[in-house]
C-alpha cells in the first residue's frame, strides 16, 4: 500500500508560479511512476505530467509544456511539479497518483494509488 499526500496548491494571479508537492509513503521500494493529473468543475479527469521511477523519463500534455516541470527526488520520496506562466485555465484539484507502469502514462486507469488532492485557483 502507499500513500500520496499533495501540497502547494493555493490562490495566486495570472502569469504566477507555484509548486505542488507529492509525499508518498508506504512500500516505496520499488520505485513507482507518479503522475499528476487535474480536474476542474465539470470537466473529466486529465493527465498533466509524469515521471518514471528513475525520474529519467518525463512527459507532459500540451496544455503545460513549456510551462510546468516535473521532478522527483526519491530519497525524500517526493515528487515536485513546478508550475509557471499560470492560466486562469490551469485552475483546478490537481492529483498525483503512483503507477507500476515504468514510465507512467496519461490513463487514469493505469493508476493504483491516489492523493486526496489540492486546490489550485488561478485568478485575478
Known amino acids: 500500500q502507499l500513500q500520496l499526500v499533495e501540497s502547494g496548491g493555493g490562490l495566486v494571479q495570472p502569469g504566477g508560479s507555484l509548486r505542488l508537492s507529492c509525499a508518498v509513503s508506504?512500500?516505496?521500494?520499488?520505485?513507482?511512476?507518479i503522475g499528476w493529473f487535474r480536474q476542474a468543475p465539470g470537466k473529466e479527469r486529465e493527465g498533466v505530467s509524469c515521471?518514471?521511477?528513475?525520474?529519467?523519463?518525463?512527459n507532459y500534455a500540451d496544455p503545460v509544456k513549456g510551462r510546468f516541470t516535473i521532478s522527483r527526488d526519491n530519497a525524500k520520496n517526493t515528487v515536485y511539479l513546478q508550475m509557471n506562466s499560470l492560466k486562469p485555465e490551469d485552475t483546478a484539484v490537481y492529483y498525483c497518483a503512483a503507477s507500476q507502469r515504468p514510465s507512467g502514462s496519461f490513463r487514469t486507469d493505469d493508476y493504483n494509488y491516489w492523493g486526496q488532492g489540492t486546490q489550485v485557483t488561478v485568478s485575478s
Open positions: 515521471i518514471s521511477g528513475s525520474g529519467r523519463i518525463t
Open positions: 508506504g512500500f516505496t521500494r520499488s520505485y513507482y511512476a
